[in-house]
């Protein structure tokens, strides 16, 4: 029976990967945001076995880095605590295949205190889901990942600059309760092909990392992308992009990027 999870949990640190888990670039392997909400959903576990009665604390930036290709099929999830601390902590979770580390994440969370005070945001607010459009340019990518995902698009959005708003009801993982946090996360590095500034069948431009900043804890089943992507003249681009639910923008995501010239 086909799962309406992106992975299967195989007991102790083992996973396994869905179709739904399928990626763009390759269908053979993982789409990183899927992979990414899969260790984002693990560092959340791991906390809430350790806190305890310890004073609150909240994940504040997640870096993801790519070490190897995601392959996809089983696979273990270790994570561990880097750098400990009452008011702040450094957590990593990695994906390990063959005792090969494929996808590293590294998060801070920080002490939460009252700054209601001190609250304001420089980013601004952009159309929500129901002022935009449905998005059929993205079922153009291949992959198990995008078919189970549904997207909409602001009218002012161009190649390199736009808006786009994302969702999904597909689980993360199988028998797993799907946290906000974990499920947002597992869609935030879909931002680097969701406004892309070449054409995706002449040319690969796919991020080697992915680091999320969260200056507001956000909620909902919806995120909301207002992206721009710059490309250098010599294979190198950079996708910058305000994150938001439907209350405003939360944080912020940067994908550095190779860009590949694929009409020779």
Request: proline share 5%; aromatic share 8%.
């Amino acid at each position: 029976m086909t799962a309406h999870a992106f992975y299967r949990h195989l007991g102790g640190t083992r996973f396994e990967s869905t179709e739904h888990a399928e990626g763009a670039w390759n269908p053979e392997q993982q789409h990183m945001a899927a992979a990414c909400g899969l260790l984002a959903q693990e560092l959340e576990r791991y906390v809430a076995d350790t806190d305890g009665d310890r004073l609150p604390l909240r994940f504040a930036r997640l870096a993801f880095d790519i070490m190897g290709q995601l392959h996809s099929g089983e696979f273990d999830v270790l994570v561990e605590t880097i750098r400990p601390g009452k008011t702040i902590e450094l957590i990593e979770a990695a994906m390990v295949k063959d005792d090969r580390r494929l996808l590293v994440l590294r998060a801070w969370r920080l002490a939460v205190s009252d700054s209601a005070e001190m609250e304001g945001y420089e980013d601004l607010d952009i159309p929500g889901p129901t002022e935009c459009e449905p998005y059929p340019e993205m079922t153009k990518w291949p992959g198990g990942f995008i078919r189970s995902t549904t997207y909409r698009q602001s009218a002012r959005s161009r190649p390199g600059n736009g808006v786009v708003w994302m969702t999904t009801d597909v689980d993360v993982c199988e028998g797993r309760e799907t946290s906000t946090f974990a499920r947002l996360m597992g869609m935030a590095d879909t931002t680097n092909g969701v406004m892309p500034r070449g054409n995706k069948d002449e040319w690969m431009f796919p991020n080697v990392d992915l680091t999320v900043y969260l200056y507001r804890e956000p909620a909902g089943q919806w995120i909301g992308f207002d992206v721009q992507q710059s490309i250098g003249p010599d294979g190198i681009g950079v996708t910058s992009t305000v994150l938001h639910d439907k209350s405003g923008p939360f944080g912020r995501a940067e994908q550095i990027l190779t860009v590949r010239d694929m009409r020779s």
